[in-house]
């Protein structure tokens, strides 16, 4: 049920624009609606004078109409933002009908139609905008209908909700925006009260070739985000189809009646029948229209539905050139990822990377918490990022931590560059689950631009809710809960997002930490749950309390438990039965060093795993002593400014004071690849062998268990067995291996 508002709703307007002719006549039609009226503009020369009507947001490039919706949008505050395009002048209908919409909120989302204005208007522009008057108001209240952008009124929150326009699509957005929508719980509703006057005029070589690249960019958009698309009705009708088809054969039925002059006769039939075909349209979708524009789709409609045809087929055969290419791309990172493992050259397969050390929480077990208030370096600037990212190339696991990582002010870009550099495999965010917004927005735009590749969002859980916020702070479970359940709707439009747990056992939750895995299970159902053992975090410690050790036991016991009984989303595909049975070869070998200090496998870390620190020094474990860094990546380091949006909406942001240059604990500075192919990261790496490394570090101990044998070996023996024992269930049992072995 839609709220009803006590007082007349708020309303601001944006506008994308690149070189427009007719903003003014946009403007002077959204005057008497006395709303905050914002123009996104990415033209390559600035607009006139437009600061009494309108206020002006300049981008430097040419930018998506979607993203440029979406810069507008975030400069708002109002409950209704009115989405126009820069030739869609309202009408006195569409004004009335916009008022009556702020006085008493009807629908959430809303979109219009187009009206034929003679003095504006030719015949070719009356044609199209009578196609898509039809098309959008033949099954109006179809759930599963979409709408225009070219004038969409939608409430603030959402639009919010929702997670805005796709930025990746330069056309299709409002198609996409309408089918994410929908599945997400809000659909479009198209009413024909509220009109419009498209101001584009057409000529038949421009309608023609607008058809053939929105048909062209449809089938990439459809096909890049199918689940997005799933259910989608374009609401075409059977005479547009009927017709286009006619339009497609009329050619082809024009040449075979030349070529085979002995079935003239017949030819011609079908040729006269083809061309008579658009008269279908005359008493619907052309109903209304002119004389003019009913005689002019005798030659537009075959030409349109010819020029439909053949951008498909194009787009078709672009979309198997770029599977192909991709594939190819995959398969040289595969054999780049499996050449490192083999050779173990020092490059890595799994990095750790902690792009901020920024945290709002102060959780107790944290290895940052007594440096959280300490000055500190900042963090690796963009260009120094690219570089580096560019020197690692393709990585099998790929974290982005922190600190929590959605502090860092342009994660985004930062997660760009890792996408584009090292096409991970699994790309994985452990958070602490606090910025609800933020997490859903960064998600959506992520996985909006992975094309291969699995995303895990990892959100710590460490106890029921009274012991979690006294483990982390109060209100934390709450937010947890919270961005989780913003996000689950997402796992629907997008297969390749996971949602873990991860929970790490510790005195202050050990005795419940069995009971509390069942609680996770049944409350939040999520593709895999991580439970790390405390540890402490350097290479001398006292030992691991054994009531730790056994609440770890016991939790691993019940998550198999629930694995076992297909309780979890994990399994599915083939790297998945693998990822579940390192999970439990890996706890094994986790308690082995716990409870009994002795060496248990080969360690990979720096040689196929590596940490990069957010000031720009690399290791090749979190946990040994700063001195056994690698050295500093060289490059400028950013001041850390604190993402202060935040801060004023009353999130906590507690930061320590940024210092200055680097916190490297060695002088050295170099490139990525320099330093983990120098004499000290090869005696590093004979150091960790000779010295036979007895830690509990989780992320090492994940690559020691894959590409060590016979651990990896005793792994892809139980693989092969669990696609034989029944299909949703690895082998999970005798994963332990004797000391001999060893």
């Known amino acids: 049920m839609v709220e009803e508002f006590a007082a007349q709703a708020t309303l601001s307007i944006v506008i994308p624009a690149y070189r427009s002719q007719t903003l003014d006549v946009v403007l002077e039609s959204v005057r008497e609606l006395q709303a905050e009226v914002v123009v996104v503009d990415s033209s390559p020369s600035e607009l006139p004078e437009l ?79 009578s196609v898509l008057r039809y098309r959008l108001l033949r099954n109006a209240h179809n759930r599963d209908a979409f709408g225009s952008a070219s004038h969409m009124l939608i409430r603030r929150e959402t639009f919010e909700q929702v997670g805005g326009f796709n930025p990746a699509l330069m056309l299709y957005e409002d198609d996409e925006f309408s089918a994410r929508s929908t599945r997400l ?34 089938f990439l958009a459809r096909r890049r985000y199918a689940s997005v698309f799933k259910g989608l009705d374009m609401n075409l009708g059977s005479t547009i189809g009927l017709t ?49 524009s009913k005689f002019l789709s005798f030659v537009l409609w075959p030409a349109i539905g010819w020029s439909v045809a053949s951008a498909t087929s194009a787009a078709v055969l672009v979309w198997l050139w770029r599977a192909l290419t991709k594939s190819i791309r995959e398969l040289a990172d595969w054999i780049c990822i499996g050449y490192r493992v083999i050779s173990r050259s020092g490059m890595p397969v799994q990095i750790v990377h902690y792009v901020t050390a920024r945290c709002n929480l102060r959780c107790e077990h944290c290895f940052y918490k007594e440096t ?90 460490d106890g029921p809710e009274d012991l979690h916020d006294e483990i982390r702070g109060p209100g934390s479970y709450a937010r947890v809960v919270q961005t989780m359940e913003r996000l689950r709707p997402l796992k629907a439009l997008y297969p390749n997002l996971h949602l873990n747990v991860v929970t790490t056992v510790m005195p202050q939750n050990a005795e419940l930490a069995p009971d509390f895995i069942d609680q996770i299970v ?19 410690h006292p030992p691991i309390p054994l009531e730790v050790i056994e609440g770890y036991e016991k939790a691993t016991e019940a998550y198999r438990s629930h694995m076992e009984m297909g309780n979890l989303d994990f399994y599915g595909f083939l790297g998945r039965r693998a990822l579940s049975i390192k999970e439990f070869l890996q706890k094994e070998l986790i308690t082995r060093v716990a409870r009994e200090d002795e060496f248990v496998t080969p360690c990979t870390a720096g040689t196929l795993s590596y940490v990069i620190n957010e000031d720009g020094t690399v290791a090749a474990c979190e946990i040994l002593d700063p001195e056994r860094n690698l050295g500093a990546i060289e490059g400028t380091q950013r001041s850390g400014k604190p993402l202060m949006p935040l801060a004023d909406k009353g999130i906590p942001v507690v930061l320590g ?60 023996r139980q693989l092969a067995k669990s696609l034989v024992v029944k299909p949703g269930l690895p082998v999970l049992a005798e994963t332990g291996m004797a000391k001999s072995e060893n």
């Open 244 to 292: 286009w088809i006619a339009g497609c054969l009329l050619p082809v039925a024009c040449v075979a009646a030349i070529a085979w002059p002995g079935a003239s006769t017949y030819g011609l039939l079908v040729v006269a029948l083809l061309f008579m075909a658009p008269a279908l349209l005359w008493t619907t979708v052309l109903r209304g229209s002119s004389a003019q």
């Open 657 to 716: 004071p940024v210092g200055g240059g680097s916190a490297s604990s060695d002088a050295s500075l170099s490139t990525f690849r320099e330093l983990v192919q120098s004499d000290k990261a090869a005696a590093l790496r004979t150091w960790i062998r000779d010295t036979e490394c007895r830690c509990t570090w989780e992320c090492a101990m994940s690559t020691n268990t894959f590409f060590s044998w016979p651990f990896a070996g005793n792994l892809y």
């Open 522 to 540: 049944k409350q939040f159902r999520p593709n895999a749950i991580s439970i790390n053992l405390f540890r402490y975090h350097s290479e001398s």
């Open 372 to 461: 959280l208030d300490a000055p500190n370096p900042g963090e690796m600037s963009l260009e120094t990022m690219n570089r580096t990212m560019g020197e690692i190339g393709p990585t099998l696991w790929h974290a982005l931590a922190g600190g929590e990582p959605f502090l860092r002010s342009d994660l985004d870009e930062v997660i760009t560059l890792v996408q584009k550099n090292c096409r991970p495999k699994v790309l994985s965010f452990p958070t602490n689950g606090w910025y609800v917004d933020r997490t859903f927005e960064i998600t959506l735009r992520t996985l909006q631009r992975m094309e291969r590749g699995n995303l895990i969002i990892a959100f710590s859980l």
């Open 185 to 218: 719980g809000f659909p479009i509703t198209v009413d024909g009260g509220f009109e419009a006057v498209h101001l584009k005029r057409f000529s038949v070589w421009s309608l023609i070739k607008d058809y053939w690249v929105k048909a062209f960019s449809g």
């Open 51 to 129: 600061s009494e009507k309108a206020d002006v947001c300049r981008l430097p490039q040419r930018t998506p109409p979607g993203e440029a919706r979406n810069i507008g949008a975030k400069r708002m505050r109002t409950d209704f933002i009115l989405f126009l395009d820069s030739d869609v002048k309202l009408t006195e209908t569409s004004r009335t009908f916009i008022r009556n919409q702020l006085a008493n909120p009807e629908y959430d989302v809303v979109c219009g139609v187009y009206r034929t204005d003679p003095q504006v208007n030719g015949p070719i522009a009356a044609l199209q905008n």
